[in-house]
Structures are given as structure tokens and as C-alpha cells.
């Protein structure tokens, strides 16, 4: 798939969460956590999917057990913290699906996806790296 050099989260997040749309064609739930606006607006766009925002902060068993995710979306780092911490705090509340970490591009993500599912055994991790050149 062409991927728009004016956006180029557009493509690398549709093209992710497409893959995850169930048999019964049911719209798949994501909740984006501290991410910017227009990430939930392509995601809604292009994956056929419904987005729910929320900031680190709020994430609780009320809004989580309400918004029942399949897939929850969140930077690799914020100034307060990390895709770790927030994979801890999925853990707790008893988040069963997967989790994604948007990042820039790095040196090496293989190894960074490998230390961060080292950390993690009771959750699915990946990383979506946005590519500056598309």
C-alpha cells in the first residue's frame, strides 16, 4: 500500500489494526491513550474501528471494563511514562488484548520489541513505527 508522505500515521495504523477485524465483521474496539488526535480520527477512518481517548492518568477498571478494547494504542515514551507502564497498568485491570507502542523510526525496533516482550510475558506488545520517508 502507497503510504502519504504528508501523514504517515495514516497508513501504518490502518494497515495494522485492519488485520485484527474479526469473522463477524464486528467493528473492532480501540482505546488510544495519550495520543494525538488525528491518530484516532485515521484509525476510525481507515479500520474500521471504534476509538475511545483517554490520558494515562484516567485509565481505571471503569473506564476499561465500560470501553472493553480489543486493542489499546500508546506511545512507546511520554514525559511521565512508557509503553511499560502502561502495559503494567493493562496488566492490573485485567486487559486480555493487545497493545500497541507508535513510535519514530529506531536504530534497531527488532531489539527494542524484543526487550520490551522480555519485560511483558502477560501481554501482547508491538510497535507501529512510523516511517519519515513515506
Excluded: H
Aim: glycine share 6%.
Amino acid at each position: 500500500m502507497s503510504r502519504a508522505k504528508s501523514d504517515p500515521m495514516q497508513p501504518a495504523c490502518a494497515e495494522v489494526l485492519s488485520s485484527f477485524e474479526n469473522d463477524s465483521g464486528r467493528i473492532l474496539r480501540v482505546v488510544a491513550v495519550d495520543l494525538p488526535p488525528r491518530v484516532a480520527d485515521v484509525i476510525r477512518d481507515r479500520a474500521n474501528a471504534s476509538v475511545e481517548t483517554i490520558k494515562f492518568g484516567e485509565l481505571d477498571l471503569v473506564f476499561l471494563a465500560r470501553a472493553t478494547p480489543d486493542i489499546v494504542i500508546g506511545p512507546l515514551f511520554e514525559r511521565q511514562w512508557d509503553v511499560l507502564d502502561l502495559a503494567a497498568r493493562l496488566i492490573r485491570l485485567g486487559f486480555g488484548g493487545r497493545l500497541y507502542a507508535v513510535t519514530p523510526p529506531l536504530p534497531d525496533a527488532g531489539e527494542v520489541i524484543a526487550e520490551i516482550r522480555r519485560q511483558n510475558l502477560e501481554i501482547t506488545i508491538d510497535l507501529i513505527v512510523l516511517d519519515e520517508t513515506d
